[in-house]
């Protein structure tokens, strides 16, 4: 049974227009958050995020956990290792979210979580909920067609598999262990899905990240997933969150 997360934030700013995407949501993660710095406030919802996950996988439910940045993968990620669980993690994006510190031209924080996740660069939100950096070896990042000159050579030396197309994960091997999937939604096309808040040419059609994520939930070996969506701001209309409706209904974690 799948248990829906809300995490209506982006980084650490509340965001109306995400309430709508998950109106009924079994959990919805959020406070007041006191602290001054920035990653001080990120890391209070990752940490509620994390129990919030590890509950639901001690209830033998499927955690689906909606935010809005990708930085709340951390959160996943803890409630994941608390519960015993070390996946492979198939991370679904037009960016890479690979940059550190010393590669970023933005110093944009959403654009760093998956290199986190791996060990890179500021290990400020890892250290606040003891998460265990992920081997390279488990890590799987497909499309990542919009990357940064220097996230690019990071990601080339990670050790990660980078698979630049999505339809590559159609005839990839899955391992024989737990899969988490994280979505970034502007994955698609910007002709599917144009409300992005920060578009990037090319990119899979709908039927092509629908046919990825049957497969990879065919194989039984789904433990979680995780989705950032569009931007709702710009779009909240009930026809694109109609065709993310029918993204879920078609792996079986969403019922009218």
């Not at 994006?93 to 986190?116: C, I, Q, R, Y």
């Not at 409706?245 to 009218?256: D, K, M, P």
Request: aromatic share 6%; hydrophobic share 45%; proline share 6%.
């Amino acid at each position: 049974m799948t248990h829906t997360i809300l995490t209506p934030y982006f980084l650490d700013e509340y965001r109306p227009s995400l309430e709508q995407l998950l109106p009924k949501a079994n959990a919805r993660i959020g406070h007041e958050l006191d602290a001054a710095v920035k990653l001080a406030r990120m890391a209070a919802l990752q940490e509620e995020l994390a129990v919030a996950v590890h509950s639901a996988l001690g209830k033998g439910l499927f955690p689906l956990s909606l935010a809005g940045d990708c930085c709340k993968t951390l959160g996943v990620a803890a409630g994941l290792q608390r519960a015993g669980i070390h996946p492979t993690l198939v991370w679904l994006d037009a960016h890479g979210d690979f940059n550190t510190w010393e590669t970023t031209p933005s110093g944009f924080l959403g654009g760093m979580p998956l290199a986190w996740l791996c060990g890179l660069g500021d290990d400020t939100l890892l250290q606040a909920s003891a998460i265990s950096p992920l081997p390279t070896s488990q890590v799987v990042l497909s499309d990542g067609r919009d990357l940064d000159a220097g996230e690019a050579q990071l990601v080339a030396q990670s050790g990660i598999l980078h698979l630049p197309s999505l339809s590559q994960l159609l005839t990839w091997q899955i391992p024989n262990q737990p899969l988490w999937i994280h979505l970034d939604m502007d994955v698609l096309r910007l002709q599917d899905l144009g409300a992005v808040a920060y578009p990037a040419e090319g990119g899979a059609t709908l039927a092509e990240l629908t046919a990825v994520l049957e497969r990879l939930f065919a194989s039984g070996q789904v433990c979680a997933l995780s989705v950032t969506p569009w931007d709702t701001v710009q779009d909240s209309t009930p026809a694109t969150r109609q065709k993310f409706y029918t993204l879920l209904q078609a792996i079986g974690l969403y019922s009218t």
